[in-house]
T-cell receptor, first 109, second 111 residues
Framework: QKEVEQDPGPLSVPEGAIVSLNCTYSNSAFQYFMWYRQYSRKGPELLMYTYSSGNKEDGRFTAQVDKSSKYISLFIRDSQPSDSATYLC?????????FGKGTRLSVIA | DVKVTQSSRYLVKRTGEKVFLECVQD?????MFWYRQDPGLGLRLIYFSYDVKMKEKGDIPEGYSVSREKKERFSLILESASTNQTSMYLC??????????FGDGTRLSIL
């Protein structure tokens, strides 16, 4: 079993939709959880970072971590065409980050 | 803002050449990383370094080496480039336990 599983998509939604992106992980020692956004031909940029279970909100973005089920989510409210990108989840304990393979999202105007 | 700069955005080399990819960060970070990113395979860790002159193998170190002579600079070396090393190469850095910050990548083609 891979350490971090992420549905690659692609996911296509209309502008204004609520988007849900999800990952599962296998190592219960993981304690840091991140979401990165990667536009085409650019490097990943950090979007959200959380240490614990629960929700963290930043504008239209909400990151959710459920350590009991080893499940991490990113919700995007009122999605915009500028949100079209690949989203990568990442997690770690005391080792280098382990990344999901990324979900490609397209928001259609 | 953290700045991670990779020396080239696009690079074309021939098989058998020795290739150097350079990465510089401006935040005095202790930790630096090299990844390659391929469609369907995601990000794969090649090498990382926790300090000057230190290096650790990642998941796919074969065919690569690294050099870290100064804290701000981490170089990836392809000793004898092969076509299966055509990829997007990403450098990242972090310090103090914060998440990694990435450069914009070098798209390397080996012909």
């Amino acid at each position: 079993q891979k350490e971090v599983e992420q549905d690659p998509g692609p996911l296509s939604v209309p502008e204004g939709a609520i988007v849900s992106l999800n990952c599962t992980y296998s190592n219960s020692a993981f304690q840091y959880f991140m979401w990165y956004r990667q536009y085409s031909r650019k490097g990943p940029e950090l979007l959200m970072y959380t240490y614990s279970s629960g929700n963290k909100e930043d504008g239209r973005f909400t990151a959710q971590v459920d350590k009991s089920s080893k499940y991490i989510s990113l919700f995007i409210r009122d999605s915009q065409p500028s949100d079209s990108a690949t989203y990568l989840c990442a997690t770690s304990g005391n080792t280098p980050l382990v990344f999901g393979k990324g979900t490609r999202l397209s928001v259609i105007a | 803002d953290v700045k991670v700069t990779q020396s080239s955005r696009y690079l074309v080399k021939r098989t058998g050449e020795k290739v150097f990819l350079e990465c510089v960060q401006d935040m005095d970070h202790e930790n630096m990383f090299w990844y390659r990113q391929d469609p369907g395979l995601g990000l794969r860790l090649i090498y990382f370094s926790y300090d000057v002159k230190m290096k650790e193998k990642g998941d796919i170190p074969e065919g690569y080496s690294v050099s870290r002579e100064k804290k701000e600079r981490f170089s990836l070396i392809l000793e004898s480039a092969s076509t299966n090393q055509t990829s997007m190469y990403l450098c990242a850095s972090t310090g103090g336990g914060w998440p990694q910050h990435f450069g914009d990548g070098t798209r390397l083609s080996i012909l």
